[in-house]
C-alpha cells in the first residue's frame, strides 16, 4: 500500500511543525536523557547483588535484572497534559509518587544553534524506558518514558510521550554529579 504524496506532505509537515513548536516554545523544559541498559551477568559471577539498582540485593541470579543508564544526548520536553497524582488521605498535598504527563520530547544536538537545531537531529529518538533530568533551574526531576502514543493515524505525523516521574536515582554512577559535564546556557 502506498500513501499518497499529499498525505506524505501533510505528515511531514506535521512531524516538522511539532518538532519547531517543542524546540522553540517558551513553556519547554531543557532535559538530559539517559538509556537504561541492563547489565550482563557472568555465569559464576558473585558480583550481581553490587550492580543491582535496586539496592536490596537478590535472593538468586535470575531475581531481577542490573540495569544501569547510559547518557544519549540533550532534548526539549513541552508538557501538553499533566495527568497530576493522587491526593494524600488528609488532602494536604498531592502524591508525587504518581505524578504522570503527556508531552512532546524533540532530541536536538547542543553544539548546533539556529535552524541548524531543528534541521538537523540526533541519531536517537526516545524509547520506552528512558529517563529524562528535567532541568529546572537548581533543581532536577527525573521522570521515565513509560509510555509512546500516536498523534494520529499516521506513524510518521509524530508521537506523544506518557512520562512518570522517578526519584531516589543518585546512587547510579550515571548520575554522578563531577561526571556530568556542566552547559551554560542551554536555549540558543
Not at 516538522?16 to 550482563?40: D, E, G, H, K, M
Not at 502524591?95 to 512532546?104: I, N, P, R, V
Not at 536515582?169 to 556542566?182: G, K, P, Q, R, T
Request: glycine letters at 8%.
Amino acid at each position: 500500500m502506498s500513501l499518497r504524496i499529499e498525505n506524505t506532505l501533510v505528515a511531514n509537515g506535521q512531524a516538522l511543525t511539532n518538532r519547531i513548536i517543542t524546540l522553540r516554545s517558551q513553556s519547554v523544559i531543557p532535559v538530559f536523557a539517559f538509556r537504561r541498559v541492563v547489565l550482563p551477568v557472568n555465569a559464576g559471577d558473585d558480583s550481581r547483588d553490587f550492580v543491582t539498582w535496586s539496592g536490596l540485593g537478590t535472593v538468586s541470579d535470575n531475581d531481577e535484572h542490573a540495569i544501569d543508564y547510559e547518557p544519549l544526548g540533550h532534548a526539549m520536553v513541552l508538557i501538553l497534559d499533566s495527568l497530576g497524582g493522587a491526593f494524600h488521605d488528609g488532602g494536604m498535598f498531592v502524591t508525587s509518587e504518581e505524578l504522570s504527563s503527556m508531552a512532546l520530547v524533540e532530541p536536538y544536538d547542543i553544539e548546533l544553534e539556529g535552524d541548524d537545531r531543528i534541521k538537523l537531529k540526533p541519531d536517537w529518538t526516545p524509547e520506552k524506558g528512558d529517563l529524562f533530568c528535567f532541568m529546572l533551574n537548581n533543581h532536577k526531576e527525573y521522570h521515565e518514558v513509560t509510555g509512546i502514543m500516536g498523534q494520529s493515524m499516521l506513524a510518521s505525523q509524530g508521537k506523544k510521550y506518557a512520562l512518570s516521574q522517578r526519584f531516589d536515582l543518585n546512587y547510579l554512577d550515571a548520575f554522578d554529579e563531577e561526571s556530568v559535564i556542566d552547559v551554560e546556557v542551554p536555549y540558543k
